[in-house]
């Protein structure tokens, strides 16, 4: 194989396990979050939630991809990028790193966000206990 034979194959394959790791996030998380969004008083905001989580999560993944140039700061030519192989493993190996990279950071902008409903709820539902509360006392 030719190595710009396999930088094609590469470059297709690391797309996919991209794609994979995003996935495979969402997959894996979907279960905890749903739990997480049931949770919240405003059915419209839930709804919102369940239909962005899988693209906050696959969207990083790819975007994580497609971030790692191949030509570098010193803008190097095509034909000396296809001539080292050892370049074009590094390359895919950053695609890799930072793919995961990226559903990192979502999932911990997701868990912010969750964290943040959360306690706006808990603080909505002390004000209504307690107007509640004064309410019966009248």
Avoid at 36 to 53: E, H, I, K, V
Avoid at 109 to 128: E, G, Y
Wanted: hydrophobic letters at 50%.
């Amino acid at each position: 194989m030719t190595n710009e034979q396999y930088l094609v194959v590469s470059y297709l394959c690391v797309a996919v396990i991209s794609v994979v790791i995003g996935l495979a996030a969402y997959l894996w998380l979907r279960g905890p979050f749903d739990r997480l969004a049931s949770a919240l008083p405003w059915r419209a905001l839930r709804g919102l939630l369940a239909r962005f989580f899988p693209l906050g999560i696959l969207l990083p993944a790819v975007l994580g991809f497609v971030s790692v140039s191949y030509r570098g700061c010193n803008k190097q030519e095509y034909e000396k990028i296809i001539a080292d192989r050892s370049y074009l493993v590094s390359k895919n190996q950053d695609q890799i790193s930072a793919s995961l990279i990226h559903v990192m950071w979502a999932v911990f902008a997701w868990c912010a966000l969750v964290c943040i409903l959360l306690a706006v709820k808990r603080r909505f539902d002390h004000r209504t206990a307690s107007s509640l509360d004064e309410n019966k006392q009248k």
